[in-house]
């Protein structure tokens, strides 16, 4: 117990240490007081644990230093995307065009007229700077956008039948991730959710002996991050806009992640876009601007004016209204698709999903020999692997994007504690391991990033890397 007493004195203060190192009043005092008596604390519970039997003045201090610098990092900050999946949700989903980053910095930088109207020098409307552009560009009568497509659908049914019934198939009651499923969404809204059909078959008269005077529209959830196969039956958009029609009801359709290109033409499956879906003559469609669009979150609303007017009006549209910089980032990616090419070249989520092979191919080739060139052959084993890569953000459900990977395997220490160690270095690299190497897609790599790869896997090679002091 003496010799536990003497280690405890020996801890230095907390004045003690801010005056004899200058290098912490490049931090905040509150922050550097605060981690000074966290890592004290620690080695106090250290000597009384029996855990710490020497007290080491520097490796304080290097630890106090380590720990200032990672509180003062950004906690929301790049990350190198080598999954292989383009739309990665928990990475951020769509990466911006660089007309919509500029456009961003200068909206950032400078005041705007975000709601005021140049022409007759008073108040305006937000929805004005992308409304004539996505009507011009679907063929909807009017729009609107709010931040996101859950909020989009929600704002629709509470506008539209609040109190009363919506129809909606059984197999269309999807999970939209984050475990928010499209019945708990409905219901909040205030309405009565009516299910007909069954998980695999639902057919025009279930929508249709469901029907009574309580009902206010009839709803069609687009099956965007799923597919139903086999023994199955859906009735078509066009179908239960015809239904609609027959008995004055409102159709709505969420299309979930909307695109206006036709991708077949360039190897990639069928989607209905937006285009095809507002010429069935349905009455609202809503999706996400931050998906296949490649745009920034949001959720965009379409459809015939009477019905948009009116979700205007909800008080509610003021809580789930987009800011200045969503709006900025979403008009200049829709400005791109007045050209098909260049919304391909320049939109970077069409243009990793289009990708082509040869060029797949260049790019895992280059960043094979980057490597190659900064690693030995003694710390780990390299090869060029074809895979497959993913849409991802709940978009075009079992395609199939094949790929190239860069497949490497360290030799001094696991394949999963090299994954965790690229994880936790900055910036971070996000990889998937398949059949016991680590894999490195192409697909999602900027080019930017093949410069600075190799240098960080030597890093995380390291033998001390990671480790506490």
């Known amino acids: 117990m003496k010799e536990k007493q003497k280690l405890l004195r020996q801890i230095p203060s907390v004045d003690e240490i801010l005056k004899q190192n200058l290098i912490l009043q490049n931090f905040p005092r509150h922050l550097a007081v605060n981690t000074i008596r966290e890592v004290l604390e620690i080695y106090r519970k250290g000597i009384l644990d029996n855990k710490i039997n020497k007290v080491d003045y520097k490796k304080i201090i290097f630890e106090i230093i380590k720990r200032l610098k990672i509180k003062q990092k950004n906690h929301l ?54 409304e004539e552009l996505l009507c011009e560009l679907t063929g909807a009568e009017a729009a609107m956008v709010v931040n996101n497509n ?20 059984r ?50 959830v687009h099956k965007s991050n799923f597919k139903i196969i086999g023994f199955t039956k859906e009735v078509s958009l066009t179908e239960l806009v015809n239904l609609g029609e027959k008995y004055n009801l409102p159709v709505i359709e969420d299309l979930g992640s909307g695109n206006f290109i036709n991708l077949t033409k360039y190897g990639i499956g069928k989607e209905p876009t937006v285009q095809e879906t507002l010429a069935t003559g349905v009455s609202v469609v809503s999706f996400s601007g931050d998906k296949l669009l490649g745009g920034p979150q949001a959720g965009i609303i379409l459809g015939k004016r009477s019905y948009l007017e009116a979700i205007k009006k909800n008080p509610l549209n003021r809580a789930l209204r987009i800011d200045k910089f969503t709006l900025a980032a979403l008009e200049s990616t829709l400005k791109l698709y007045r050209d098909e090419e260049k919304a391909i070249r320049e939109i970077p989520t069409l243009y990793l999903l289009t990708i082509s092979q040869k060029e797949l191919k260049r790019k895992a080739m280059k960043l094979k020999r980057a490597i190659k060139k900064y690693i030995s052959e003694e710390e780990i ?89």
Do not use: C, W
């Open 150 to 169: 859950a909020a989009a659908v929600f704002l629709i049914l509470n506008t539209l039948a609040y109190g009363k019934k919506v129809i909606v198939s």
């Open 77 to 130: 900050k790049k990350v190198i995307n080598a999954t292989g999946v383009v739309i990665h949700t928990n990475l951020g989903r769509s990466l911006l065009a660089e007309e919509a980053i500029s456009h961003l910095i200068e909206v950032a930088r400078y005041y705007n007229n975000l709601e005021y109207d140049l022409k007759i020098g008073k108040r305006g409307s937000r929805y004005v700077h992308v």
């Open 381 to 469: 084993f390299l090869t060029i692997k074809s895979s497959i890569s993913q849409a991802g953000g709940g978009s075009l459900p079992g395609e199939v994007l094949p790929t190239y990977v860069v497949a490497l395997r360290p030799k001094n220490i696991s394949v999963s504690q090299l994954e965790e160690k690229l994880r936790q270095i900055d910036p971070p690299i996000i990889a998937r391991i398949e059949e016991d190497m680590l894999y490195l897609d192409v697909r999602t790599i900027l080019d930017e990033e093949i410069k600075i790869i190799p240098h960080l896997i030597k890093t995380a090679l390291e033998e001390n890397y990671g480790k506490g002091t």
């Open 171 to 220: 197999g269309e009651l999807v999970e939209i991730g984050g475990s928010f499923r499209m019945p708990d969404v409905m219901r909040k809204s205030g309405v009565k959710l009516v299910e007909v059909g069954t998980t695999n078959r639902t057919h025009l008269y279930d929508y249709e002996q469901a029907i009574d005077e309580e009902t206010a529209l009839l709803m069609k």
